[in-house]
């Protein structure tokens, strides 16, 4: 199944898109050592930062990883939920933000 997510850092595209920062001094000092440290421009350097950070925080948004006994209560909680109840039937007939 594709998630469109990859813990590698994706290839580099052509530059189409600005994103502007504000930093302050400690920390635009402490980012540029890092850059250098690590070969790379301060450009490179925050952007494969921060897109590997964007990866990560949406595939904690996806995938979580059980014990066998967490995992058979799991399971058991998705074939046998609690009946429906006032609060739930509301938030069904709630349009998602996605969609508005």
Avoid: C, Y
Wanted: no cysteine.
């Amino acid at each position: 199944m594709a998630t469109g997510l990859s813990r590698k850092t994706p290839r580099p595209e052509p530059r189409s898109a600005t994103i502007n920062l504000r930093a302050g001094r400690q920390q635009r000092d402490l980012i540029e050592r890092a850059a250098e440290a690590s070969g790379k421009t301060m450009t490179a350097f925050v952007l494969d930062s921060a897109t590997a950070h964007a990866v990560e925080v949406l595939l904690d948004q996806r995938l979580f990883v059980l014990d066998d006994e967490r995992h058979a209560a799991f399971l058991a909680a998705l074939d046998h939920p609690p009946p429906p109840n006032a609060k739930l039937k509301a938030l069904m007939r709630r349009t998602p933000r996605w969609e508005r």
